[in-house]
């Protein structure tokens, strides 16, 4: 999440979309970055962020999504890389698994990802969560919606509408090992628990498989 109250800005964060990239730049380019006011997580729903700062609804609101089953397997393959390398000893992974709880649970429960897939959406409700209720409330839309997919060009769209500089070059923040094609991972049965806990998504976007 980012708030600018100078270029009326609220930036809603959805796990695995290029959030981290996308704060990034925002703090390099904003005079005032801030998160929204209250106690709220990293990655709050547009609702529960206008619920604890109601003045953030004028604000002009973006965010990203991203295809749900190539998101699935990066958040899959993020935190086996960190449960390998604390594994192997580095701090800096055994202190993320100690203090993330979601990860922790994530590393310690599944032995693979179609246990991930199959039973994580029903232990860990945010696994299977459409984006577009991070980005959405009955009342209030995200007024734009950029895609992973083409980051590059969809931060530039964000950047001219609120008149910042140009956008050069996007870093990757937070990025994991590339494994192959998103679609190895799957079986007949994980690609259809994924089609339909992100059917929101998918009508909406348009993704496929």
């Keep these: 999440m980012r708030v600018s109250d100078q270029y009326r800005l609220l930036f809603v964060h959805v796990q695995k979309t290029g959030g981290n990239t996308v704060r990034g730049m925002l703090n390099d380019a904003l005079p005032d970055p801030r998160n929204p006011r209250g106690e709220l997580p990293k990655h709050a729903h547009l609702g529960g962020i206008l619920k604890a700062e109601p003045g ?3 604000y002009y609101v973006f965010g990203f999504v991203r295809n749900p089953w190539s998101r699935l397997v990066s958040w899959w393959s993020m935190i086996q890389d960190a449960k390998t390398n604390a594994e192997a000893g580095n701090e800096g992974a055994v202190e993320r698994l100690r203090t993330n709880r ?3 649970v994530v590393a310690t429960s599944y032995d693979t990802f179609d246990e991930f897939v199959l039973r994580g959406p029903d232990d860990l409700p945010r696994v299977g969560t459409p984006q577009l209720r991070y980005l959405a409330t009955p009342h209030r839309r995200a007024d734009f919606i950029g895609r992973t997919e083409s980051l590059v060009a969809d931060v530039g769209t964000v950047f001219a509408h609120l008149e910042l500089p140009a956008v050069e070059e996007v870093p990757r923040a937070n990025a994991s090992r590339s494994r192959g094609p998103y679609q190895d991972f799957y079986t007949e049965a994980t690609r259809r628990r ?16």
């Design 102 to 104: 979601f990860m922790r």
């Design 194 to 209: 994924v089609a339909d806990l992100y059917a929101e998504d998918v009508a909406a976007f348009g993704y496929t498989f």
């Design 56 to 58: 953030l609804a004028d």
